[in-house]
């Protein structure tokens, strides 16, 4: 499963969890699903279309950071 399919998995599964009104908890339990993973991604920046944050750009490049090479993403906020 790539991210983006996760992240559509677990967004479907907050959704499907607000609307039953049970716990996060009792919820997870009904699903089969991991209690600690359910809570990371029902934290606000896991949303898979934020308007306020858009990947413009992603790349990688090296630097040499005293001799150790160092890899840096570079991120657009919007």
């Known amino acids: 499963?790539?991210?983006?399919?996760?992240?559509?998995?677990?967004?479907q599964h907050i959704t499907d969890w607000e609307a039953t009104g049970v716990s996060g908890s009792a919820y997870c339990k009904?699903?089969?699903?991991?209690?600690h993973q359910f809570v990371y991604w029902r934290l606000p920046n896991k949303e898979i279309s934020?308007?306020?944050?858009?990947?413009?750009?992603?790349?990688?490049?090296?630097?040499?950071?005293?001799?150790?090479p160092?890899?840096?993403e570079r991120w657009l906020m919007g």
């Open 1 to 11: 499963m790539t991210p983006t399919e996760r992240a559509h998995v677990w967004q």
């Open 70 to 72: 160092v890899l840096t």
């Open 30 to 35: 009904q699903q089969s699903l991991v209690y």
């Open 50 to 68: 934020t308007p306020l944050k858009t990947l413009v750009s992603m790349s990688a490049t090296v630097n040499t950071l005293y001799g150790c």
